[in-house]
Each structure stands twice: as C-alpha cells, then as structure tokens.
C-alpha cells in the first residue's frame, strides 16, 4: 500500500468517527429528551429510553473500535511513508554509485592526461634547452611555460 492510499484510508475512517461523534450527540441528546418522562412512569419514554441506552453503548464499542483502527492505520501510513523515503534513498544512491564510478573514470583520464602533460612540457624544455646548447639564444627560458598559459588560460 502506497503513502496516498495508505492516508486515503485514514482519512476515512477518521470521516466515520466524526460521523460516529456526531451521531452519539444525537442518541445522548435525544436520551437526555425523555430521561424524565422515562424515569417519572412515561411506559413508552422508558421503552424508547432503555432501546436508546442499548444504542449509546454499542455505539460507544463501536466508537472505540473505529480509534483503533485510525491508530493501527496511522502506523500503516508511518510505515508506508518509511518504506517510500528508503526506496528513494536506495535510488539516489544507486544512483550516486553510478556517478561515483564516472567521476573515478573521469579522474583516472585526467591522471592519465596530466601525467602525459608533464612528460611533454619537461621533454618540451629539454629541446630548448639543448637548442641553447647549440648557441641558439632564442627562444627564451620563460618562453617554455607558454604551452601552460594557453592552456589553461
């Protein structure tokens, strides 16, 4: 049972225990209408008084059963609200897991990208160097770190 239907049903029955309130005013203040005629010899009062008497105390079990069934639904409705909050966290993180492992993909490329840039821009500075070995004077030292600047720039 979903959350929804689960305070679907709630709902419901917390409508029949209003009715069930409302219609216990009713037995009471028709009770309380003849309660003197019943009492004071009225035959037909009494008769009416004691059938209203049967009533009120039925209705009152019965009252009470609907209680408890609003307190059993409404852990129903805790628990369904719980199972739907689990289920979402169990989606997000699964899909977390599925995010995770791109970004350690994701990292592993750049590793590997970073690891190739290094090696480049020291071979890079070599071949100046070597070229200022050969009594080039151009390009100049700094000029090694432009790669970078474009780059990333």
């Known amino acids: 049972m979903t959350s929804e239907e689960a ?3 709630l709902a419901e029955l917390n409508e029949k225990l209003a009715d069930s309130d409302r219609r216990a005013i009713e037995l009471e203040n028709e009770a309380t209408g ?3 005629a019943a009492m004071t010899g009225d035959a037909s009062a009494r008769k009416r008084l ?3 008497n049967r009533e009120r105390a039925a209705h009152e079990l019965e009252g009470r059963n609907i209680k408890s069934a609003i307190r059993a639904q409404e852990a ?5 609200e719980r199972a739907e909050a689990m289920a979402g966290a169990r989606e997000n993180a699964e899909a977390a ?16 990208a970073l690891a190739t840039a290094r090696d480049e821009l020291q071979a890079y500075k070599r071949d100046i160097d070597s ?7 151009a390009p100049t030292g700094h000029v090694w770190t432009a790669p970078l600047r474009q780059g990333f720039g």
């Open 7 to 9: 305070r679907a049903t």
């Open 34 to 36: 003849i309660s003197l």
């Open 50 to 52: 004691d059938q209203l």
């Open 76 to 80: 129903v409705v805790a628990e369904a």
């Open 97 to 112: 897991m599925i995010i995770g492992d791109r970004l350690v993909e994701r990292a592993a490329k750049i590793d590997a």
């Open 131 to 137: 070229l200022h070995l050969t009594g080039c004077a």
